[in-house]
Structures are given as structure tokens and as C-alpha cells.
């Protein structure tokens, strides 16, 4: 799995937009960008997923530049409730096999009033 | 939202008890997952299965045992708990072809006296 690279920490007014940053220069042709969060002493949350195209769901969007070689996660109007860890994963899509989930040390989202 | 349980939320209980961590999903979904995971630090899967009657041990060697007889139920069991055991358990499931998209449940905090 490539390696990614997230800034430890940042803030965001809550009903502003948080643009959390992911560098993944290392990443190869077949590998898939993943966002997840983790809230404090919950389980983790999957957010979104993307190979090239820019795509969006319900709960945010996900940017990837033209080189793949890095990728922003944007939470639209943040709230208190995004307050958490966030993780970007770079992983070759698995189909058929069980896959073990590994997070770095991710962005930590703190959202203030 | 994803629809996947775990009970009991919360378990203190002496050293040399057996206990049973319950995990279940409505979703159909395929694969199963059991990890560990201390606070402040990373998920270690324990536990997977592919599938009824599959499962396999994961990367961080546990003490627990888990079966799947049935495609929404993947129980965990530890036949004497030790205060080692003390973690929280996290459940999740992925759906047949997405291994990486993995929904957890809430987790159970296990603190063993």
C-alpha cells in the first residue's frame, strides 16, 4: 500500500467547509483513495472512496488532482459532530478477500463555534 | 447508515469469567471483521471471516475464538477472560466485492478485573 502523508492536526468554524489534505505520491495505477474518521471512542466511519474522478456523497467530497498524487476530503459545513480523527488509506481495491484495515496517525478535526 | 450492532457496549467483569461479545449486521454482508484496539492507538484485527463457516485468524494473535453460523452473526468469545484482555472490540462487515469499505459497529469496552 502506498504510504500517505496527512497534517496531524486542524481547525474549522463550524458551518465553514474543512478541506482535510492527503499527499500520496507513491500511488500506483490500481490504487483506491479511502477516507475514514474516527470519533472519539467510537468505532471507525467510512466516509468515501475514489480512484480518479472526483466524487461526493452524502456526507462529503473527495478531490483527487490530475497526478493522483494527492487528495483533499472536503466536509461542505462542518459540525461540531465532524470533530475527530480523519484518516486517508491508500489501498488496492480487494474484492474477494477479507482486507485488513490499517490507519496512520491521520488528521485530527477539531470543530469550534 | 450503516446497520451493524454490538453488545454489550460496555463489560467489567473478573479475571476467569467466560464472556461472549456479540456482533450482528442486517446488511447481508459477506465478510466480517474482528479488531482490537487500545485508546489512542491502532486497530489490530483479530478475527475475519469470509463468509458461513469461514473464519481465520487475523494478524495480532488473540486468545479469543469466533464462529459464523449464520451470515448476519459473528460472535467472539473469550473462555477466561484475563485483564490482558482489557481493549475495546470492534465489529465490522463489508459487502461481497468491497473489502475496503468496512462499517463498524460501536464497539465493546472490555475491562477485566
Known amino acids: 500500500d502506498a504510504k500517505t502523508t496527512q497534517p496531524p492536526s486542524m481547525d474549522c468554524a463550524e458551518g465553514r467547509a474543512a478541506n482535510l489534505p492527503c499527499n500520496h505520491s507513491?500511488?500506483?495505477?490500481?490504487?483506491?483513495v479511502y477516507w475514514y474518521r474516527q470519533i472519539h471512542s467510537q468505532g471507525p466511519q467510512y466516509i468515501i472512496h475514489g480512484l480518479k474522478n472526483n466524487e461526493t456523497n452524502e456526507m462529503a467530497s473527495l478531490i483527487i488532482t490530475e497526478d493522483r498524487k494527492s487528495s483533499t476530503l472536503i466536509l461542505p459545513h462542518a459540525t461540531l459532530r465532524d470533530t475527530a480523527v480523519y484518516y486517508c488509506?491508500?489501498?488496492?481495491?480487494?474484492?474477494?478477500?477479507?482486507?485488513?484495515?490499517?490507519f496512520g496517525t491521520g488528521t485530527r478535526l477539531q470543530v469550534t463555534l | 447508515e450503516a446497520d451493524i450492532y454490538q453488545t454489550p457496549r460496555y463489560l467489567v467483569i473478573g479475571t476467569g469469567k467466560k464472556i461472549t461479545l456479540e456482533c450482528s449486521q442486517t446488511?447481508?454482508?459477506?465478510?466480517m471483521y474482528w479488531y482490537q484496539q487500545d485508546p489512542g492507538m491502532e486497530l489490530h484485527l483479530i478475527h475475519y471471516s469470509y463468509g458461513v463457516n469461514s473464519t481465520e485468524k487475523g494478524d495480532l494473535s488473540s486468545e479469543s475464538t469466533v464462529s459464523r453460523i449464520r451470515t448476519e452473526h459473528f460472535p467472539l468469545t473469550l473462555e477466561s477472560a484475563r485483564p490482558s484482555h482489557t481493549s475495546q472490540y470492534l465489529c465490522?462487515?463489508?459487502?461481497?466485492?468491497?473489502?475496503?469499505?468496512?462499517?463498524f459497529g460501536p464497539g465493546t469496552r472490555l475491562t477485566v478485573l
Open positions: 507513491t500511488i500506483s495505477g490500481n490504487e483506491y
Open positions: 488509506i491508500v489501498r488496492v481495491g480487494t474484492t474477494g478477500t477479507a482486507s485488513k484495515l490499517t
Open positions: 465490522a462487515s463489508s459487502p461481497p466485492g468491497r473489502a475496503d469499505t468496512q462499517y
Open positions: 446488511m447481508g454482508h459477506d465478510k
